[in-house]
């Protein structure tokens, strides 16, 4: 089994990465401080996984909530769901919330987790592979606006991260090109290595070779960790680990959340950024055809909607978290493996690429 920590002190907490940790053997009750649990999953993954889960915790009480699948259930209607359903249940400081789904589930219940009783430990299973690589790690949890993606949240780390490969087996193509996008963008954005490696073994990780999905996943993994070690509440170098990200939230929220898939909306932010890059000189026209050649070939998006006019999009990017005194902060990429934050960027430039 493939381990590694997030270093935060008080807050540091395991990553486990395997094939099959969803059985008897899991690591997960050492992270469980009373017999109390609460369960959060979707319509979807409940038929596949809960069983399992539940068996682990077979000498536990637990109670389990099961929402609607979709981005669209990331909401402040279903955090109240959460809220009512321990209080109803008499859950207290000591109960244990698992998130077990994709990104969806694991933002709403860390959201519900940092809220319920001023807080309470939550523990991470994710299932899809954008939230193994990227969301169920760092703490950041929320709900979504909808004049905005994830405004209304909190930084909540949880107590372990438990990372079970075979769940990929499930997992519909359109989800895991998703889920690429953001192993992509970490590529991109700081490891020129790595980005390469994606380039030479897309086709196995294309048809699910274990092995190589093992090493993908916790190289991200790690990277994050790195990233969020140095920089928990996104004060500085977290904030590059939102490229593409501006550009595709607009979207998200344009569209409506669900419409586009969150990786799918990354994937074109990133053709995007790299096109502004080249617009203004900071990127080649090299580097900018070998992160679409990547990304076209996890069959993700290059181009935004038709639909959206520059209006749509600054309306939302004016919106985005990371902008300071009103001004539009940018994550651009300056060669494959490096890129850095810019808060100079004109509307008109911004329109260029639009």
């Not at 929320?142 to 930084?155: D, E, R």
């Not at 087996?169 to 989800?175: A, D, G, Q």
């Not at 490891?191 to 190589?212: C, M, P």
Request: hydrophobic share 45%.
């Amino acid at each position: 089994m493939a381990s590694l920590t997030v270093a935060l002190a008080e807050r540091s907490y395991p990553i486990y990465i395997e094939a099959g940790l969803l059985s008897l053997n899991s690591p997960l009750l050492t992270h469980i401080k009373s017999k109390r649990v609460c369960i959060v999953t979707n319509d979807v993954v409940a038929p596949l996984y809960l069983s399992q889960l539940q068996a682990i915790l077979n000498d536990y009480k637990v109670d389990v909530i099961i929402i609607k699948d979709g981005e669209a259930e990331k909401s402040l209607a279903n955090f109240e769901k959460i809220m009512a359903h321990m209080l109803t249940k008499n859950h207290g400081r000591d109960s244990t919330l698992i998130a077990l789904g994709g990104g969806v589930i694991g933002d709403l219940t860390g959201f519900a987790a940092a809220c319920y009783q001023r807080g309470v430990d939550f523990i991470q299973i994710p299932t899809t592979l954008l939230s193994q690589v990227d969301s169920s790690v760092g703490g950041k949890t929320a709900v979504n606006h909808p004049l905005g993606k994830n405004m209304i949240g909190a930084f909540y780390q949880p107590k372990a991260v438990l990372i079970d490969i075979n769940s990929l087996t499930s997992l519909p193509v359109r989800e895991f090109n998703a889920g690429m996008a953001e192993v992509i963008k970490y590529g991109i954005l700081g490891d020129a290595v790595f980005f390469n490696w994606l380039e030479t073994n897309k086709q196995a990780i294309k048809a699910g070779d274990r092995e190589i999905l093992k090493q993908m996943i916790l190289h991200c993994c790690q990277q994050k960790a790195d990233t969020v070690a140095q920089d928990e509440k996104e004060s500085g170098v977290r904030a590059l680990l939102n490229l593409g990200h501006t550009f595709g939230h607009a979207i998200e929220a344009e569209m409506g959340y669900g419409v586009w898939l969150h990786g799918e909306a990354v994937a074109t932010g990133m053709v995007q950024a790299a096109q502004l890059a080249k617009h203004l000189g900071l990127l080649s026209a090299s580097d900018v055809e070998k992160i679409i050649t990547l990304i076209e070939y996890f069959d993700l998006p290059i181009k935004p909607p038709e639909s959206m006019t520059f209006a749509d999009f600054i309306k939302h990017m004016s919106r985005d978290k990371k902008n300071v005194d009103g001004q539009i902060r940018l994550i651009i990429p300056t060669a494959i493996g490096q890129s850095d934050i810019f808060d100079n960027i004109t509307f008109a430039q911004i329109q260029q690429v639009i």
